[in-house]
């Protein structure tokens, strides 16, 4: 029998078969079209047998796909990436299936030109106004010519950004640089050495291992001061996807470009970009590069005097004449240790995974009243998974949480937070969610437990903050429940979250070092924060540049663009210091646009952090623990979703419109 037939609640990872996808999902499909029949069937045309209904739509569906499309991110093998590239086109035409169908759509324009919004709740009007708009903007208008048009592009794309991601982790899990002599190592801690022999030692090979995945790339880029391992991995690192072979993804970005600019045309937009910016925060393309330029105007001359001390120090210790790419990080490292004193290595034995985890626990306890109860009992789809009960302060169930740490061969790099299982109010039942945090943290290795760098630190916070969005979501409905909101809104949750890790008074519930258990002392703590600033100017820049990159693939038409590396050179030379590589592209290993959902959208992380910083300003007038503050925050911003506009909702919460300066003066760049 196939499990995800049943009415599952816990995903029954264990019981799976791969084979089980594909049958499942088909026959959701058949059974979310026989639920838009019913739609369609009825006499009288309202807003709840309408519009909610078509939200509640689809229910089993979406559950498995979830489960599914996370395992092909998470746990990923050939038959499951064979099985998404055979169903990315069918659920493309389920997609266009209702927001093509002319019937549907009539149904809906129906509800929304005839009801009186006034007897709608403001959820309600919201989702009203969605889903209107979803069919306007999905070509609900276009002939039917236009439709089939569009229906091809949307299969197309489908494809493409499958196969971006593919070519990427195959480029990724390919490489691997083999060290048989120590002497090459010097300068990597001896934990940094260990990982790397239990590495080579669980593929049957003598030496230290060094791969693509973050944590074993960028320990060598730190800290290694064999500067020729430096350049090698680091270009290695820069040709992923770009070696005019079978995975690459050159031609791949063309047609992704390409096509998205035809279906905004098809659509009414001038560009991919206005397209999507249409339902963002920022509105436009203008708003979204004012933006931008108005902060590398402010940034750029701060980061070129960074960059020059930089390459003064890297002279004045090592006679490097010229910095390069595989420099930056190794003497940025070296220069924090010199000015700051501080030294990421002698921070790590204070952030255990375990203990940093359970810091965002207790920090979440004191602000939002949760309490999360490790639960060995529930299925997971790796050993290294645990998951966590989370409840309130009354024992209420509130979500339950997967948390999966470490790299693995299947498993995407970088760090992401998901839900298997949407929060919303169906049949006056409260559906809890199933939220999953994923990131790429170093391994235990002997008689060690997973040491983070302070980067870890925050972005475990990161993720926890978007994991917060979703866990105490509490809407009715789901298409407008936890992170579903406008994409520039999205990273205020996560972002904010990270400003914990730079306080005394946060830092003191779970930085303790994980032999002595002695509490990090207060002049780490102030070493910390005198150098949160350091190169700010620099990383802001870089931050920038990419999100440049990002709006200029997508705010023009694409057709005289021949060559990915060339037209991003082109970009991205103003806005760096440092001699381009012709043998490196970094757009050919952007999975943020041309895999994820940040097309267009990759300024919003710079967007959010004026909403972050603004918001957190608030939380150190009143007291970073303060129940009031926390409260607003709560019900304003975490449970709401995307349930009213996001600026109205930060207003609620703020009392006003968010301001720059407290970024600038956050980041000591005023």
């Not at 045309?45 to 979406?62: P, Q, R």
């Not at 070696?243 to 045309?265: G, P, T």
């Not at 999360?372 to 966590?388: G, M, Q």
């Not at 999966?404 to 992401?416: E, I, L, N, Q, V």
Request: hydrophobic content about 35%; some cysteine.
């Amino acid at each position: 029998m196939n499990v995800l037939f049943s009415d599952f609640d816990y995903a029954p990872f264990n019981q799976i078969k791969n084979s089980d996808y594909l049958t499942s999902i088909r026959h959701g499909i058949n059974e979310l079209k026989s639920e838009i029949d019913t739609i369609l069937s009825n006499k009288n045309t309202t807003f709840k047998n309408t519009i909610e209904a078509l939200d509640y739509s689809g229910l089993k569906l979406d559950r498995i796909t979830s489960v599914f499309f996370n395992i092909n991110a998470a746990e990923t093998s050939k038959e499951i990436q064979d099985i998404a590239v055979t169903l990315s086109p069918e659920l493309s035409e389920l997609k266009n299936y209702i927001l093509l169908n002319d019937k549907l759509y009539k149904k809906v324009k129906t509800v929304y030109n005839l009801t009186n919004k006034n007897s709608l709740s403001n959820e309600e009007n919201t989702l009203l106004e969605n889903t209107y708009k979803s069919f306007l903007r999905n070509g609900a208008n276009l002939s039917n010519k236009d439709k089939n048009k569009l229906r091809k592009l949307d299969i197309m794309l489908g494809k493409l950004s499958l196969n971006f991601g593919q070519n990427l982790l195959k480029e990724t899990n390919e490489y691997e640089l083999l060290i048989s002599d120590e002497k090459k190592l010097d300068g990597l801690s001896h934990d940094h050495k260990e990982a790397a022999k239990m590495l080579a030692k669980s593929k049957n090979k003598k030496g230290w291992l060094f791969t693509l995945d973050y944590p074993s790339f960028s320990a060598l880029i730190t800290y290694c001061k064999n500067r020729s391992l430096r350049k090698e991995i680091t270009i290695a690192f820069g040709q992923r996807a770009f070696k005019n072979n079978e995975s690459d993804n050159q031609k791949v970005i063309l047609e992704i470009i390409n096509l998205r600019y035809q279906k905004a045309i098809l659509l009414g937009y001038k560009s991919y970009s206005e397209y999507v910016l249409e339902e963002r925060m920022a509105k436009n393309t203008k708003n979204v590069m004012n933006f931008l330029e108005d902060l590398v105007e402010k940034v750029k001359p701060i980061a070129k005097k960074e960059f020059k001390v930089l390459e003064n120090y890297a002279k004045s210790i090592d006679n490097i004449d010229n910095l390069e790419k595989w420099d930056i990080s190794f003497y940025t490292e070296m220069y924090k240790k010199h000015k700051y004193d501080v030294d990421q290595e002698k921070l790590k034995p204070y952030f255990s995974l375990t203990n940093v985890l359970n810091g965002a626990f207790e920090i979440s306890n004191k602000l939002y009243g949760l309490n999360f109860k490790k639960n060995s009992t529930i299925d997971t789809y790796n050993d290294e998974v645990n998951t966590y009960e989370v409840k309130d302060e009354k024992n209420n169930f509130i979500a339950l949480l997967y948390t999966d740490f470490h790299p693995r061969k299947g498993k995407r790099g970088g760090a992401w937070m998901t839900s298997y299982k949407p929060q919303y109010i169906f049949k006056n039942n409260n559906q809890r969610p199933h939220i999953s945090i994923v990131c790429n943290f170093t391994r235990p290795i002997k008689n060690k437990p997973s040491l983070l760098t302070f980067n870890e630190v925050t972005t475990l916070f990161h993720e926890f903050g978007h994991a917060l969005h979703g866990i105490l979501a509490n809407t009715k409905f789901k298409s407008l429940s936890g992170t579903n909101v406008s994409w520039d809104f999205v990273e205020l949750p996560s972002q904010i979250f990270e400003n914990w890790c730079y306080e005394e008074e946060a830092l003191n519930i779970f930085a303790f070092h994980y032999k002595t258990k002695k509490l990090i002392p207060i002049e780490l703590i102030n070493k910390i924060k005198e150098s949160a600033n350091y190169n700010q100017a620099s990383q802001t820049l870089r931050q920038l540049s990419l999100a440049i990159l990002d709006m200029n693939w997508h705010n023009i038409n694409p057709i005289k663009i021949k060559s990915v590396k060339e037209y991003e050179h082109k970009i991205l030379k103003k806005l760096t210091f440092i001699k381009d590589l012709n043998v490196t592209c970094t757009s050919t290993s952007f999975s943020h646009i041309f895999q994820g959902g940040y097309s267009s959208g990759y300024y919003s992380y710079k967007w959010a952090e004026v909403l972050d910083a603004d918001a957190f300003e608030y939380f150190k007038e009143k007291g970073i623990f303060n129940k009031s503050i926390a409260s607003k925050f709560k019900d304003n911003i975490l449970s709401k979703g995307g349930t009213q506009d996001p600026m109205d909702l930060y207003i609620k919460f703020r009392g006003r419109k968010p301001k720059i300066n407290a970024l600038l003066n956050r980041a000591g760049i005023s």
